[in-house]
């Protein structure tokens, strides 16, 4: 019998909010899937959407990202811009064929542990009910 | 349109005579009918080979980021926008520049043509009001302009330079009522297979030569991400992948510059229609932002600024 289907998901954390929140949910006990490669970054403003393509070339089935909520931001308004490149980032990546719930945003601050839980738990669900990515991976080997 | 040959002439003449200017960027009869090469002209005694027709749809603004030098640029409307976003960009500095306005009634695609004659080879491209005449060796036929613009030449509405110091005619009527996005709500209403499909066919052929990224002016990097090594995002097979992300990027990174000025379409000797993916985020810049690239000098573009109360309604 084959095991079932176990999604790798890439979830870059903004390291003031989001990142602390996932730290608060591990120091709190709280149960969510184990599902979530974290990569931490200083911003969510610093996500380029190169990163985004890259951890869809290598395999991923889903991509999170998460930073502070707005008016929050560390660097006063670094999600602000971020903000407005993820919506026609995502617009882009679904226009051209990636499907709706591969790539997700949120914002969750560091005191929000439970909410990091219901994300982290909503997330999974749906990339693991669209099953493994069809598309857009890179078979051969990367060459210089 | 071909009155503007003259005044072209006359005002390189002007410009290079008095030391208003180095150089005169703008356009010359290509070895082949129907393909105008720019050319910099920097001598007065050779401004006879200016010229102009409706195939002058190569984007000069291309010629312009990072120089020293005191430009007169010849500019049809889209020129003239992404001349506002080099400005707007620091690529250049309105000081240097005489914008030579070139209002345009839409270029010509010379693909068009080509798929029309059959086989047969033109020898000579003539221009008569609104008739296109094409002449060789046995033949010749006279076609309708309006039915041989370029895709993008066909949904413009802004066909008048924004910005110009010199105009080469009298200012032309703007097309109204034009739906600018019906293809890309077409490919919007697909399911995600459907539209990756879309797009696996559009890229089937492409060879990556680069040639869409080198026409465009907003392209001006001095280091490309496709030659960007450690980390390497895009291979450099031709692995569909690859061609994805290539595409995928190069469109990404015109959001809210583009003008659709066409340079990446004409440009791709393979004709893909590459704009497919411009188009979209032109069309979201617009929907979100309420902004159009390169038609005011004052603000900022859309990626560089933000509003507090920005559309979030993807965010959980």
Known sequence: ?????????????????????????????????????????????????????SAFRHGADG????????????YIAGNYYARRKFALFKGLLEHMGIEPGRLHFSWVSSAEATKFQQVVTEVTGIVKALGPAPHYIKKLAEVA | ?????????????????????????????????????????????????????????????????????????????????????????????????????????GMLDRRKVWGRLDGQEPLKALEDGNQLIVEGKGFKHSFDRGELLQDNCAICTHRNPVLYDELLGDLVPEQEGVDRYADVRAIEEL????????????????????????????????????????????????????????????AFHLAGRCTDCGACERACPLGIKVRQFTKKLEKDVWDRYQFEAGIVLEGRPPLDTFRPDDQEEFIK
């Not at chain 1, 999604?7 to 709190?28: E, H, M, Q, R």
């Not at chain 1, 599902?35 to 931490?40: D, E, F, P, S, Y």
């Not at chain 2, 030569?209 to 080198?214: I, V």
């Not at chain 2, 450099?236 to 595409?247: A, E, G, M, P, V």
């Open chain 1, 1 to 53: 019998m084959s095991e079932p289907f176990e999604p790798k998901i890439i979830a870059f954390f903004c390291n003031w909010c989001t990142y602390g929140g996932a730290d608060l949910a591990g120091v709190s006990r709280l149960q969510y899937p184990p599902n979530i490669r974290v990569i931490r970054i200083p911003c969510s403003g610093r996500l380029d959407p190169k990163f985004i393509l």
């Open chain 1, 63 to 74: 991509v999170w990202v998460s930073g502070c909520h707005p008016g929050d931001c560390h």
């Open chain 2, 1 to 105: 349109m071909l009155t503007y040959t003259k005044k072209i002439q006359e005002l390189a003449q002007r410009l290079l005579t008095e030391g208003k200017v180095d150089l005169v960027i703008g356009y010359r009869r290509g070895t082949i009918p129907m393909m105008n090469e720019p050319v910099q002209v920097r001598n007065a005694e050779q401004t006879d080979q200016l010229y102009w027709d409706s195939f002058c749809g190569v984007n000069l603004a291309n010629y312009l980021p990072k120089r020293a030098e005191r430009i007169a640029v010849v500019a049809k409307g889209c020129d003239s926008r992404n001349i506002v976003v080099h400005l707007q960009e620091g690529q250049v500095q309105r000081e240097q520049l005489v914008i030579l306005g070139a209002p345009c009634q």
């Open chain 2, 191 to 250: 399911d995600p297979e459907a539209r990756w499909q879309v797009f696996e066919e559009l890229l089937a052929p492409c060879i990556r030569c680069y040639a869409c990224r080198n026409a465009c002016p907003q392209c001006y990097c001095p280091l490309c991400f496709v030659d960007e090594s450690k980390p390497q995002w895009v291979g450099k097979s031709l692995d569909k992948t690859d061609l994805r992300t290539f595409h995928f990027l190069r």
